[in-house]
T-cell receptor
Framework: AQSVTQLGSHVSVSEGALVLLRCNYSSSVPPYLFWYVQYPNQGLQLLLKYTTGATLVKGINGFEAEFKKSETSFHLTKPSAHMSDAAEYFCAVTHRDAGGTSYGKLTFGQGTILTVHP | DVKVTQSSRYLVKRTGEKVFLECVQDMDHENMFWYRQDPGLGLRLIYFSYDVKMKEKGDIPEGYSVSREKKERFSLILESASTNQTSMYLC???????????????FGEGSRLTVL
C-alpha cells in the first residue's frame, strides 16, 4: 500500500528565503508523485507531478521537486519565497496495482502550512 | 479548463438531518471522488466512482453514501448528520482512459459543512 509523510505541519520563512517542504513516500511499485497547493477557502491546485523520466520536475510559480528513489523522497523547493506563496501544500502518491496501472486514486500527506514573513 | 463545481460552499445543519452535497464536472471525466479534509489529517478518501452507477468505498466511508446517476454528477449523502462530520468536503475528478493515467485530480472549491 502507498503512503505519504510530510515532515513539518508548519514551515515559516522570510520573503526571499529558500522554501523547502519535505515529503517522503512509501510505495511497492514505482510511484507517480504530486504536489498540490491550497490557498485559503479554495480547492486544491496542481503544482507539479512526477511520473517517469527526468527526476527534477518544474512546476508553476517557480516551484520544483526532485524525485529521489534511494531516499523515497519528493521534496518541494523554491529558491525565493514570495508573500503570495503562503498556502497549504500537499504531497500525494497515486495508487497503482502490481501491474503498474493507476486508477486515479491518490493518497495525500497531512499537509504543510507555509507562512511567509515580510 | 476543467471545471468541478460544488453546489454549496458553506452549509450549517443540525444533528440527525439528511445532507446532500452535489458535485458536477464538465470535462467528461470517468473518475469522480469525494475527500474529507481536516486539519492535521490531510485529505482522506470517502468514496469514489469509475463510472455511472458504480461506487467504491474509500478509507472512511462510514456514515456516508454516494450516488452517481449521470456521468457528470457525483453526490455525497450524509443520511443522519453528526457533529463529527463537521469538516471541509472536496470533490474531484480525473480522466480514466489516458494512455498512462497518472491520477492527476481536478478539485472543486470545497463545501464547508458545520453540524450543530
Amino acid at each position: 500500500a502507498q503512503s505519504v509523510t510530510q515532515l513539518g505541519s508548519h514551515v515559516s520563512v522570510s520573503e526571499g528565503a529558500l522554501v523547502l517542504l519535505r515529503c517522503n513516500y512509501s510505495s511497492s511499485v514505482p510511484p507517480y508523485l504530486f504536489w498540490y497547493v491550497q490557498y485559503p477557502n479554495q480547492g486544491l491546485q496542481l503544482l507539479l507531478k512526477y511520473t517517469t523520466g527526468a527526476t527534477l520536475v518544474k512546476g508553476i510559480n517557480g516551484f520544483e521537486a526532485e524525485f529521489k528513489k534511494s531516499e523515497t523522497s519528493f521534496h518541494l523547493t523554491k529558491p525565493s519565497a514570495h508573500m503570495s506563496d503562503a498556502a497549504e501544500y500537499f504531497c500525494a502518491v497515486t495508487h497503482r496495482d502490481a501491474g503498474g496501472t493507476s486508477y486515479g486514486k491518490l493518497t495525500f500527506g497531512q499537509g504543510t502550512i507555509l507562512t511567509v514573513h515580510p | 479548463d476543467v471545471k468541478v463545481t460544488q453546489s454549496s460552499r458553506y452549509l450549517v445543519k443540525r444533528t440527525g438531518e439528511k445532507v446532500f452535497l452535489e458535485c458536477v464536472q464538465d470535462m467528461d471525466h470517468e473518475n469522480m471522488f469525494w475527500y474529507r479534509q481536516d486539519p492535521g489529517l490531510g485529505l482522506r478518501l470517502i468514496y469514489f466512482s469509475y463510472d455511472v452507477k458504480m461506487k467504491e468505498k474509500g478509507d472512511i466511508p462510514e456514515g456516508y453514501s454516494v450516488s452517481r446517476e449521470k456521468k457528470e454528477r457525483f453526490s455525497l449523502i450524509l443520511e443522519s448528520a453528526s457533529t463529527n462530520q463537521t469538516s471541509m468536503y472536496l470533490c474531484a475528478s480525473s480522466q480514466l482512459r489516458q494512455l498512462t493515467n497518472t491520477g492527476e485530480l481536478f478539485f472543486g472549491e470545497g463545501s464547508r459543512l458545520t453540524v450543530l
